[in-house]
């Protein structure tokens, strides 16, 4: 384990929790890599220094195409969240409030920047948002690339947008949004809401994948205030930006994956940027006070009884502004060991146990759902009673009762489930929505 310590930003912390142990011929290694940081804002744990907003900028995206009228609470609802999320602003972090619809146009403070928030500004803010009123179709690239422009004419370190829609992206094509997308990955991270039940999850849930954000459905907009209150409080707890997770593997080993798998299942293999030509680094985003897990597997070269190896070095780091090395903030090591004792190359190590298992969680909910829109009842029922027996046996206890609003469980230990004949839009979109959403180990 390593620390890191420095004034005005949390202390972080690297574990590593694998079995090292592997039979003759073994190759593959399996690491949980734990990420903990502590002293930011996110959980409440420590006050917010004074001017502590002062280096981040936030954008909030508001759909207001006309669907937003259907029913008229949506609007209200989206305007009333939205002026919670303006009051939970620290004094001086940066801010705007863009409308969306097939265009992109700035609500405040309108001048092509960002405000600085303080209680004339939120006032003014919350006056501009009473002005608006829905109308219009809904082209979601055109928002973030605003939000973009926005965000890039502050001098702030830590970017954050929070979008709201109710509907599919129907006024742009996919390859704009994917376009607008890559423009915007690593310029900003995004949470990003879904209200009511019109909108389209793989929209919603990529977008706040591709800016590593957070994703959600708010069913009933009613729910808004306190979702964006949330959410704004936790922009507000970013202390640290553009940290990275660096991989450096020796001559001959390769990388097999890198992912998130906590607090949510988040696949990092292909956001690879290379460092050094030993070393590449994986975006994780903002951070606060909290803690994350990561599963690195990596395959060795094959090696014979008694001997051993360093298979990994897993650094958190962060940039230097200035382009000077970066500073490390933590770092934790992977190791291979060859023996012929089996009871010690064969154990599997929980957390790596665990975590698999809610990687296939995820996945298989996912492959569940499309088969039940597809007509497939046998394999929708198949992939859902494993998800069922996953969730059970992992005490994943939030996945397993929104699985039972989609299936009727028979025996969550073997997974035998029937589907239901009929499901609430709004509780099967709920289901797919945090499909990956995990729980640590057990105690």
């Known amino acids: 384990m390593a620390n890191f310590s420095k004034s005005n930003v949390p202390q972080f912390s690297v574990d590593v929790f694998q079995n090292e142990f592997l039979p003759e011929g073994g190759r593959e290694v399996n690491a949980i890599v734990t990420v903990t940081s502590t002293g930011g804002g996110t959980s409440g744990r420590a006050a917010p220094s004074a001017g502590a907003g002062t280096d981040a900028g936030v954008v909030i995206m508001l759909d207001c195409s006309g669907s ?25 972090t940066s801010f705007a409030v863009v409308a969306g619809t097939h265009v992109a146009k700035e609500v405040y403070p309108g001048d092509g920047r960002l405000a600085v928030a303080g209680p004339a500004t939120r006032g003014q803010a919350k006056d501009a948002l009473r002005r608006l009123s829905a109308g219009g179709g809904t082209a979601i690239g055109t928002w973030l690339r605003l939000a973009d422009r926005l965000l890039g004419s502050a001098e702030v370190s830590i970017r954050h947008g929070i979008l709201l829609t109710d509907g599919r992206n129907e006024h742009e094509s996919p390859e704009d949004l ?88 988040e696949e990092l293999t292909a956001r690879r940027t290379e460092a050094t030509p030993r070393a590449g680094d994986y975006p994780t985003g903002s951070w606060g006070d909290e803690s994350r897990d990561y599963h690195v597997c990596v395959r060795v070269p ?128 709920t289901l797919e929505t945090r499909s990956t959403k995990t729980v640590r180990v057990k105690k």
């Open 178 to 265: 994917r376009a607008a997308l890559d423009a915007c990955t690593g310029r900003f991270t995004c949470d990003a809401r879904g209200v009511g039940t019109d909108w389209e999850v793989k929209e919603v849930t990529g977008i706040a994948s591709a800016l590593l954000g957070t994703a959600d459905i708010v069913a009933d907009p009613q729910g808004l205030t306190a979702d964006f209150t949330t959410m704004m409080e936790n922009a507000m707890g970013k202390e640290v930006a553009d940290v990275a997770l660096r991989l450096w593997t020796p001559v001959g080993v390769e990388i097999g994956f890198v992912k998130q798998v906590a607090p949510t299942v």
């Open 302 to 429: 094959q090696a014979g009884i008694g001997q051993e190896m360093l298979a990994a070095r897993v650094s958190l780091i962060v940039p230097d502004p200035l382009g000077d090395a970066p500073t490390t903030l933590g770092q934790g090591l992977v190791r291979a060991v060859w023996t012929d004792d089996m009871a010690m190359s064969t154990s599997i190590n929980p957390q790596v146990a665990h975590y698999t298992g809610q990687a296939e969680l995820a996945q298989v909910i996912q492959q569940g759902l499309d088969a039940r829109k597809s007509g497939d009842h046998d394999g929708a029922t198949a992939k859902l009673g494993r998800a069922v027996q996953l969730a059970a046996a992992s005490g994943n206890e939030d996945t397993a009762k929104l699985l039972s609003k989609v299936v009727d469980v028979v025996d969550a230990a073997t997974g035998t489930v029937r589907l239901k004949a009929k499901v609430a839009d709004a509780d099967e979109m």
């Open 68 to 92: 937003m009228d259907y029913p008229p609470t949506k609007m209200r609802g989206a305007r009333d969240a939205t002026a919670a999320a303006i009051d939970a602003l620290r004094d001086g």
